[in-house]
């Protein structure tokens, strides 16, 4: 049974393509619309020409390009579906062998002067002369220009690297007035044909408006929000684990001098990450995450300062004022008391020394609150304030700086 209905079908199907129109048909209807109805491409194609034309415009994207943040542009391929009726491209297909659908060159009918408007080449006309436009025996027409549309877009990096877009893509009937081309949408903002994902962005939502105040134009708006995976591992992470390293200077001993190239070690790590950092960022000012950037960098500095002070301090012989005496010891009494001396034992006399001065001056604390601080204890006190106070910044910066971000 099923090998009956099948063969009947494969006849009905050679039948069908026999009846097809011949070579010379086509020759025919071409001759008659295009030279003996002296067709005219300048001549909008309405038998009555008091009523405006109707164009129906669809937008179908196959790939968003990218978004280029420095020259604020959307790079977008796709094509536009335009559809019209031309009253003076229509048949009678039983005259030409059934011959229903014809393709013509774009070059050589009448097309509405529709072209891209907040483009970044010169005003021009969609497609070129390869493109068919096809023509049913009624004269509706259907033109698919493809292209690849580079649109004017105001980025806002604000909120970079988990930013959204919104970019319009607006076509424009450039010369005819509402009165002669009217242009209306489909019924979706903007389709997707054979859509390629892009690999920075994501489409978020589209939509279409026409505006027909004076002259006609179809405004298409593209939501896409920024993938921030590279960013976040590229860029935030190693800042994030720099700025803790950064911390870190203040849990190393004074004394063995490691502590200044340490610090300045990790500055210079951080601003050669910089760098390479810059060269990802967009190029344009008032992000988040510069601020970000700008803080840990000042965090940086400041540490590399301190650490310098400290040293000069440690070794600095005048004893310690009695004021700064005064406010260390009523801050730390406690903590001083069951404070054992921390220092690098780089040779024995010196370690010995260190230990035995801690014995001292834990027999001296026992018995008596007043208390001879010297600068290396006050420069460990220093160190334990910092490390303390700069952990707990960064994490709140970091958070309120994520906060900001993701809102
Ligand atoms: C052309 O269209 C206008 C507006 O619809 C109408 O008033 C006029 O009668 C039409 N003319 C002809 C010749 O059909």
């Known amino acids: 049974m099923a090998r009956f209905i099948l063969s009947v079908i494969l006849i009905w199907f050679l039948n069908a393509c026999s009846q097809a129109q011949t070579g010379n048909n086509m020759k025919a209807l071409m001759t008659k619309l295009f030279i003996t109805d002296g067709y005219n491409k300048e001549v909008r194609p309405s038998l009555n020409q008091s009523e405006p034309l109707r164009v129906d415009l669809d937008l179908f994207l196959v790939a968003v390009n990218g978004i280029d943040e420095v020259g604020q542009k959307l790079i977008t391929t796709g094509f536009v579906d335009i559809y019209w009726k031309d009253e003076y491209l229509q048949w009678a297909p039983a005259t030409y062998g059934d011959l229903s659908t014809i393709y013509v060159s774009q070059d050589k009918i009448w097309k509405p002067d529709i072209s891209l408007q907040n483009g970044f080449k010169k005003l021009d006309e969609l497609g070129n002369g390869f493109i068919k436009v096809i023509i049913e025996k009624d004269g509706m027409l259907r033109w698919s220009p493809f292209e690849i549309f580079e649109t004017k ?49 994501k489409v978020v939502s589209t939509s279409a408006t026409v505006d027909s105040s004076a002259e006609t134009r179809v405004k298409f708006s593209l939501t896409v929000r920024r993938i921030p995976t590279f960013y976040l591992i590229n860029v935030i992470a190693p800042i994030v684990l720099l700025a803790v390293l950064n911390i870190f200077t203040f849990a190393l001993p004074v004394d063995c001098g490691e502590k200044m190239s340490y610090s300045i070690t990790v500055f210079l790590s951080f601003a050669v990450f910089l760098s390479i950092v810059s060269s990802t960022l967009p190029k344009t000012a008032g992000s988040i995450l510069e601020f970000y950037l700008m803080f840990q960098l000042g965090m940086g500095t400041i540490v590399v300062i301190v650490t310098a002070v400290e040293l000069r301090l440690h070794f600095r012989s005048k004893p310690v004022p009695k004021w700064l005496q005064v406010v260390f010891t009523l801050s730390f009494i406690k903590y001083m008391r069951s404070k054992k001396n921390v220092g690098c034992s780089d040779n024995n006399t010196q370690n010995d020394s260190a230990t035995m001065n801690g014995e001292v001056i834990k027999k001296e604390r026992t018995h008596a609150d007043s208390i001879e601080l010297t600068w290396p204890d006050i420069i460990a006190r220093v160190d334990m304030i910092l490390f303390w106070v700069l952990l707990v910044a960064v994490i709140i910066m970091t958070l309120i700086i994520y906060l900001l971000l993701t809102n």
Request: with cysteine; hydrophobic share 35%.
């Open 153 to 201: 877009c105001d980025i806002n990096i604000e909120k970079f690297p988990f930013d959204e877009q919104t970019c319009d893509i607006i076509f424009v009937v450039w010369s005819y007035s509402i009165s002669e081309v009217k242009i209306s949408k489909g019924l979706k903002g903007i389709n997707f044909y054979n859509f390629k994902g892009n690999g920075e962005w």
